[in-house]
């Protein structure tokens, strides 16, 4: 029996558009195929060889004549696509509604309560890229110690703050009340802490950004193996999007090499149960950019760093390696995309070049994990266990 699943997301690594993509104006996205093509061809020789180029339909990448791994690709049956309805969808929970978005900016009455709340006006209530937007308000803010309201297309209240005009608690403390109104009727999946330093032409985004997702509707995979009484070490984001249930140890990061190393340093301290992580760098600093090269050099990178991973797994332990939904930096869109994910999974009980094809559901990750961890549920998907052990 399995004793340990790694489960990695690499945060908007899709795997080409869904056949619905026309319904979120996503047609010709395929992040990780148009970012070969960009970059003139990508190289990720230890993802290659756990069967990635080998994936039915995957664009750009090298097949593998001998993959080691088991691999294929999930549509997603949710509607939606943002972190919080992928990681969920993964975990077991299904959203047949999509979350609330705001494509016009938050109604009168949402903002009025918000500012009454807070004690202060606020500025922005747009649509916005996070970057450009405190390009664009960062001296009124600094001026008038305003935070600063947007969204985007997926259901998120952001906002952003100097850390020396709102100081980090503060900040927090507003995600917090922000996070207590915007439920039921005015519902959004996340409240995102976007702090920011520096001075007017060069503010820049830190690391200190926080998350205030809702409770996932549904019981999830980090629940029914807490339950069981197995650890559920939650690296990253991970802590935030599922609000905190079912985790049982959890660390942020700074960016994806650190997400790694506290990879890395959980496989040494966790004995039985789950290491589930989300590297964000691939999303938050280049595809939101549109940034091919950036994100081409992230993946490199992570790819360089998967040996080391590989080399702690124990016998009784099981690697998958993921992603949420996409996020194409080649398309006119900063927004995610309505994406494949792609699905590798390896260990030395798992079968080697094993295609597991288009599964039906993100959720077939989450099923497949409690099946390999031998706990009983009632989590919506298909297993593919029959098909990976040996």
């Given at each position: 029996m399995t004793k340990r699943v790694v489960l990695i997301v690499l945060d908007s690594v899709g795997a080409g558009e869904m056949p619905d993509a026309k319904d979120y104006k996503d047609q010709g996205s395929d992040t990780l195929g148009n970012i070969s093509k960009h970059v003139g061809g990508l190289r990720l020789p230890n993802m290659e060889k756990l069967g990635l180029g080998n994936i039915d339909g995957i664009k750009g990448i090298v097949k593998a004549e001998n993959p080691i791994g088991a691999y294929g690709k999930c549509s997603e049956l949710s509607k939606g696509k943002d972190t919080v309805t992928g990681h969920w969808e993964i975990s077991g929970c299904v959203l047949h509604t999509a979350l609330n978005t705001y494509p016009q900016g938050f109604p009168k009455e949402i903002i009025s309560e918000f500012e009454k709340r807070i004690g202060r006006k606020i500025i922005g209530n747009v649509v916005a890229s996070g970057t450009e937007i405190i390009k664009e308000m960062g001296d009124e803010h600094v001026k008038t110690g305003c935070p600063i309201i947007y969204t985007s297309a997926d259901s998120v209240f952001q906002i952003a703050a100097h850390e020396e005009v709102i100081p980090l608690d503060e900040l927090y403390r507003m995600c917090t009340i922000a996070r207590e109104m915007l439920v039921d009727d005015w519902a959004v999946g996340r409240i995102i802490a976007r702090p920011f330093?520096?001075?007017?032409?060069?503010?820049?985004?830190?690391?200190?950004?926080?998350?205030?997702?809702?409770?996932?509707?549904?019981?999830?995979?980090?629940?029914?193996?807490?339950?069981?009484?197995?650890?559920?070490?939650?690296?990253?984001?991970?802590?935030?999007?599922?609000?905190?249930?079912?985790?049982?140890?959890?660390?942020?990061?700074?960016?994806?090499?650190?997400?790694?190393?506290?990879?890395?340093?959980?496989?040494?301290?966790?004995?039985?149960?789950?290491?589930?992580?989300?590297?964000?760098?691939?999303?938050?600093?280049?595809?939101?950019?549109?940034?091919?090269?950036?994100?081409?050099?992230?993946?490199?990178?992570?790819?360089?760093?998967?040996?080391?991973?590989?080399?702690?797994?124990?016998?009784?332990?099981?690697?998958?390696?993921?992603?949420?939904?996409?996020?194409?930096?080649?398309?006119?869109?900063?927004?995610?995309?309505?994406?494949?994910?792609?699905?590798?999974?390896?260990g030395e009980e798992i079968k080697a070049n094993t295609n597991l094809g288009i599964r039906k559901s993100f959720a077939d990750i989450g099923k497949t994990t409690l099946g390999l961890l031998d706990i009983n549920n009632e989590l919506y998907g298909s297993a593919f266990l029959s098909e990976i052990q040996k």
């Open positions: 330093v520096g001075t007017s032409g060069s503010y820049t985004r830190t690391s200190n950004r926080r998350d205030f997702a809702l409770d996932p509707f549904d019981k999830t995979i980090l629940e029914y193996i807490s339950e069981a009484g197995m650890s559920v070490a939650a690296v990253g984001k991970i802590e935030d999007i599922f609000n905190k249930k079912g985790v049982t140890d959890a660390v942020h990061t700074k960016n994806n090499m650190d997400g790694v190393d506290k990879t890395l340093d959980y496989m040494d301290s966790i004995e039985k149960g789950l290491i589930f992580t989300n590297l964000v760098d691939f999303d938050m600093q280049y595809g939101h950019r549109n940034d091919p090269e950036g994100y081409a050099k992230a993946l490199v990178d992570f790819d360089n760093r998967l040996p080391e991973i590989i080399a702690k797994l124990k016998k009784d332990d099981v690697l998958i390696i993921t992603a949420d939904h996409g996020c194409d930096p080649t398309t006119e869109s900063t927004d995610h995309s309505r994406e494949y994910i792609p699905v590798l999974v390896y």
